[in-house]
């Protein structure tokens, strides 16, 4: 599995555009990337994930470069409750894989009022 | 409203002592996951079945922990004999083989160990 690399950590102003970078430069041609966060003490949660194209939902938007060696998070109106660690995963999704994630360090994201 | 649940969601126990964890899937997930966490390790991948079937428990200290699904509802994750070493928190995680591997995770059980 391609590795990813993300900041240890970002502070971002409440109201404001949360772009969070990840680094996934070995990336396969079958390789998605996935977003999850951890609020403190909960579970990881699924954000959102694309292959090559641009995703949004009702969560945040994943910009994906042209070459796929990168992409962005974006949330686009932080709030206090998006304070967590964001974790950039790539990981081929297919049945054969059986969607195992390699979990790195992630970003922890701290939004200030 | 579907979702992961696991109990209890805390367990205190001594050293020496077994310890059982229990996860219930969402309806009609087929993959589960156990993970641990700490602060020195982060997450790992303990174990995971497909359609109750155990795929991979490579992640797993083999002679104490033990991982099964005995029904479709149902997943449990044990240790015995429980050691310090292994508080952590436990989560477990279930997917659909429909979906296109996002996985849904359970509160955890925090285990500590005295």
């Known amino acids: 599995d391609a590795k990813t690399t993300q900041p240890p950590s970002m502070d971002c102003a409440e109201g404001r555009a949360a772009n969070l970078p990840c680094n996934h430069s070995?990336?396969?041609?079958?390789?998605?990337v996935y977003w999850y966060r951890q609020i403190h003490s909960q579970g990881p949660q699924y954000i959102i994930h694309g292959l090559k194209n641009n995703e949004t939902n009702e969560m945040a938007s994943l910009i994906i470069t042209e070459d796929r060696k990168s992409s962005t998070l974006i949330l686009p109106h932080a709030t206090l409750r998006d304070t967590a660690v964001y974790y950039c995963?790539?990981?081929?999704?297919?049945?054969?894989?059986?969607?195992?994630?390699?979990w790195g360090a992630g970003t922890k994201l701290i939004i200030k009022p | 409203d579907a979702r992961v649940t696991q109990t209890p969601r805390h367990k205190v126990t001594e050293m020496g002592q077994e310890v059982t964890m229990r996860c219930q899937p969402i309806?009609?997930?087929?993959?589960v996951f156990w993970y641990r966490q700490t602060m020195m390790q982060g997450l790992e991948l303990l174990a995971y079945f497909r359609n109750r079937a155990p795929l991979d428990d490579s992640g797993m200290p083999k002679d104490r922990f033990s991982a099964e699904m005995p029904d479709a509802t149902l997943a449990t994750l044990k240790i015995q004999p429980s050691e310090p070493r292994d508080s952590a928190v436990y989560f477990c995680?279930?997917?659909?083989?429909?979906?296109?591997?996002?996985?849904?995770f359970g509160p955890g059980t925090r285990l500590t160990v005295l």
């Open positions: 995680a279930s997917a659909s083989e429909t979906g296109k591997g996002e996985q849904f």
């Open positions: 070995t990336i396969s041609g079958n390789e998605y």
């Open positions: 309806l009609g997930h087929n993959t």
């Open positions: 995963i790539v990981r081929v999704a297919s049945v054969d894989s059986n969607y195992q994630l390699i």
